[in-house]
């Protein structure tokens, strides 16, 4: 399971730079807006699902070495933040979906907590 | 071409996705004559097509400029010298098969307007020019493929000597007890810098030779503090690291308002944090429980009249554990 397929399924939008989706393969999923649960949470190469769209996720998802931030119900991170995903090499994905709904999709797909 | 075009012309495998940012700033950063070749075989525009074919195979070259009284009037590619063969043509003039439409870069110009030139054009290779017009050199795209992996190695070689001499900090200096002190200055309020600090101590710590583990242990602690510090202070406050071979010892400190029930501030769940702040998604109460899951020790002094100390250790050596010294 690759995130390319992932965003094929899921019908994700990329915002940072492309890059080959297909390298990325995410090993569990986090589901949560609280910055604090993530970093207790969440585990190094999974994928994190939150409506937040500031420039922490940025921190937050470095810190972790997360594989990606899928950002849900239409949020749209500014310049600045997409800027700063494309510094720390963050994958930033968006939806116009509820977190449960991908979260859902996700666990269909095999993505598991860790 | 914005560095985003240029981005989505390249052929993009593993290997280059995470180099692909720095590829694209060398071809802003490297010049020309940085990549090109220097000593150009020429043919003189009256030179028959015979020689041309002749010493083409003896040098190993595919082509090259054409010149007349020294000044730059063509160039002979191993395309013409096909046509001029394929009409059993030798003894005709180089001046007969050579293009004369000249398409040049110059010597000074940022490599990307080559690479503009030869994705916007068929040909294979650009006459370099210096600023008078004569002809200085010639410019392949594998000159400049070998340039950019030149270029790419150096930087490489750089941050691994980077990283040899940071390991080898400790090593390389004698005391009876050596350590490198980071110190950082968060101010309050700001949101857009947080996570910077410890994002830098993570990556110094790699630096330094550090397992992964351990630089996101010190990471998640120091940007947990750091937000603290960017929430919840009056005037901000002081992050510093103490990094030493067998531990990182790290003292956040701030000048108030101080924490009134220590308690309540590290049951899990409990937050001050105000309405605005939880909009983004801090305030989840887990801050100070996140710090001491992922430190050895961690000691909290509060006081409502000097603000806040929060001193927290990590361990390299798990059997040094023991009770922080007082100080």
Known sequence: MNLEDIVQKLDLTLITLSKDLTALTPSNGYASDLLSCVMAGAEENGIWVTLQAHANIVAVAALLGLSAVIITEGAQPDEATIEKANQENITLLTTSQSTFHIVGKLWEMGIRAF | ?327
Do not use: W
């Not at chain 2, 020294?70 to 063969?85: F, H």
């Not at chain 2, 947080?194 to 550090?210: D, F, P, Q, T, V």
């Not at chain 2, 583990?213 to 103490?242: D, F, K």
């Open chain 2, 1 to 327: 071409m914005s560095p985003a075009d240029f981005d989505k012309r390249q052929i993009i495998n593993d290997n280059t996705v995470k180099n692909i940012t720095r590829v694209e700033e060398l071809g802003y950063e490297l010049t020309v004559d940085e990549v090109m070749t220097h000593t150009v075989k020429t043919f003189d525009v009256n030179i028959k097509m015979s020689e041309v074919l002749e010493i083409s195979r003896q040098e190993h070259i595919s082509g090259a400029p054409v010149t007349k009284d020294g000044a730059l009037v063509g160039v002979l590619s191993m395309e013409d010298l096909i046509r001029c063969l394929y009409v059993n043509d030798l003894d005709a003039p180089a001046s007969k098969y050579m293009t004369s439409e000249l398409i040049t870069v110059r010597a000074t110009d940022p490599v990307v307007e080559a690479l503009k030139i030869f994705v916007s054009t068929r040909v294979g290779r650009l006459p370099v020019l210096n600023k008078n017009g004569e002809l200085e050199g010639i410019l392949t795209k594998g000159d400049i493929t070998q340039g950019l992996l030149d270029a790419l190695q150096q930087d490489y070689a750089s941050e691994e000597l980077r990283k040899y001499r940071a390991s080898h900090l400790f090593e390389d200096i004698e005391s009876d007890r050596s350590s490198l002190i980071l110190r950082y200055n968060i101010k309050q309020g700001d949101f857009t810098n947080g996570g910077a600090a410890s994002s830098n101590i993570k990556k110094a710590l790699l630096r330094l030779g550090a397992a992964p583990q351990l630089a996101r242990r010190c990471g998640i602690s120091v940007y947990e503090a750091e937000m603290n510090l960017i929430i919840h202070t009056t005037n901000g406050g002081v992050i510093r690291v103490e990094i030493e071979p067998h531990m990182i010892s790290i003292r956040v400190v701030d000048d108030g308002p101080g924490i009134e029930d220590i308690a309540l501030a590290l049951k899990p769940g409990f937050s001050t944090a105000s309405e605005k702040v939880r909009e983004l998604g801090f305030g989840a109460g887990m801050g100070l429980v996140n710090i001491s899951r992922c430190v050895d020790e961690m000691v909290i002094k509060p006081s409502l009249e000097n603000g806040t100390l929060l001193k927290m250790r990590i361990y390299l050596d798990q059997s040094r554990i023991g009770a922080i010294e007082p100080d």
